[in-house]
């Protein structure tokens, strides 16, 4: 089956740094990635709709600025969570649909564990 | 917020006892999906169900999908050790967002 893979899959960082995660559809295209977030024990939320070549769709409530979205090919997203403070520390985790957005499942990566200090 | 409402939140069985997980959406979805999340990992697709009153089984699983489009739930039936883990329902709206439901924690007592 369709495989994401994520990168890194544990990051530990001093607050006020810049961490930048990557998603990558290994065995296939994917014109759209979604990031989520997940706290411990919760559901994940979707925060933002990743678009090849073009601007990413935020959810409500999601800073823009604090976290930046590229999606410079078919097969790679990526994530940066810019100045990052404790209160960022979660679970990332991307998917993409391998085929038609109304029509397919989607694959989820990993994750990426944030631990910010 | 979540629109997608999963009941209940934890569920505690009896190695053997069946086991249902129950979602409920406040609008019409074009399809939901469930998946599996175990301690530690990744959610894992299980089922996806498009059409109105679709019903599926994957071996002792059984998906249902609600005449409105609204309701879905996941059974268990004689439920074993491995399904430990947490299950998540996921509709897709009409804006192609995916809602993830709270998600069901299912434990085993042996």
């Known amino acids: 089956g369709a495989v994401v893979s994520q990168h890194p899959s544990w990051v530990i960082c001093k607050s006020g740094t810049s961490v930048k995660i990557e998603c990558r559809s290994l065995d296939f295209q994917a014109t759209t990635m979604f990031w989520y977030r997940q706290f411990p024990k919760q559901s994940l939320m979707l925060m933002a709709t990743?678009?090849?070549?073009?601007?990413?769709?935020?959810e409500q409530g999601v800073e823009k600025d604090k976290f930046l979205i590229n999606h410079a090919s078919l097969t790679l997203s990526t994530l940066t969570v810019t100045s990052a403070h404790p209160e960022d520390s979660s679970f990332y985790i991307c998917s993409a649909p391998p085929g038609h957005l109304t029509q397919e499942t989607q694959y989820f990566g990993p994750g990426t564990r944030l631990l910010v200090l | 917020g979540q629109q997608v409402m999963q009941i209940p939140q934890y569920q505690h069985v009896q190695e053997g006892e069946d086991f249902t997980t129950y979602c409920n959406s406040s609008t019409t979805l074009s399809n939901i999906q469930w998946y599996k999340q175990r301690p530690g990992g990744h959610p894992v697709f299980l089922i996806q169900l498009v059409k109105s009153g679709e019903v599926k089984k994957q071996k002792r699983l059984t998906f249902q999908f609600g005449e409105a489009k609204k309701n879905s739930s996941l059974h268990i039936t004689a439920t074993q050790t491995t399904d430990v883990g947490t299950y998540f329902c996921a509709g897709r709206r009409r804006d192609d967002k995916i809602i993830f439901g709270k998600g069901t924690r299912l434990h085993i007592l042996p």
């Open positions: 990743s678009n090849e070549g073009s601007k990413a769709t935020y």
